[in-house]
């Protein structure tokens, strides 16, 4: 699959600490061990010129107090909390000062966020995802770009998950509803 670098967007979903760190109070160990091929594909990505874009799930101490019926603290437990080192992207995957990052505080990186305003500012249209968890924050922000007209490509080698058949519901969800789904060596850009 060969990508055009100025129309295209390597969405790095969530690579935090507290999910990819054995210390994170949410670690998923296939989550730690997409970190080397996805800092791959980001140098990848950098050296061609397609641009950068990091999400973080965050969360401040106090947001679902009053909810309603979404609280993800209750699901999940308090994780990222806002300003915490769970919160931080890995060390091992530096973000640079060219780089975007959309603090998120759902699931959906769409949600509530800049993301869709500042992919059409830049006539970005292709969004090649990876990160984690493949059911979670990976699969909700590829549907959400589908469904706003981009084209998501699901990046499977390069996605972390719980447990594997986690990731092989999201992966074939994904290709077969919203997406397709490459591995990180087919991907080409030029």
Not at 29 to 36: A, D, H, L, Q, R
Not at 111 to 132: F, H, M, P, Q, S
Not at 145 to 169: N, Q, S, T, W
Request: proline share 4%.
């Amino acid at each position: 699959m060969r990508l055009e670098p100025a129309d295209t967007a390597v969405v790095v979903v969530d690579m935090q600490n507290g999910f990819c760190h054995p210390d994170g109070s949410l670690y998923a160990p296939g989550s730690e061990t997409v970190i080397e091929p996805i800092a791959a594909l980001v140098e990848r990505a950098r050296e061609a010129g397609a641009s950068l874009l990091f999400t973080r799930d965050v969360h401040p101490l106090e947001q679902f107090d009053d909810a309603h019926y979404y609280d993800e603290f209750e699901q999940w437990g308090e994780h990222v909390l806002e300003g915490s080192w769970e919160a931080e992207v890995v060390d091992e995957l530096p973000v640079e000062a060219a780089d975007h990052v959309v603090e998120k505080h759902t699931y959906d990186a769409f949600y509530n966020t800049e993301l869709e305003g500042w992919l059409n500012a830049r006539g970005i249209k292709d969004l090649v995802l990876c990160g984690t968890l493949a059911n979670v924050c990976v699969l909700h922000t590829g549907g959400s770009a589908g469904l706003r007209d981009f084209r998501p490509i699901m990046v499977e080698d390069c996605i972390g998950a719980i447990e594997d058949e986690h990731k092989e519901y999201a992966i074939d969800h994904a290709d077969w509803l919203f997406g397709e789904v490459e591995s990180s060596d087919d991907i080409e850009f030029a």
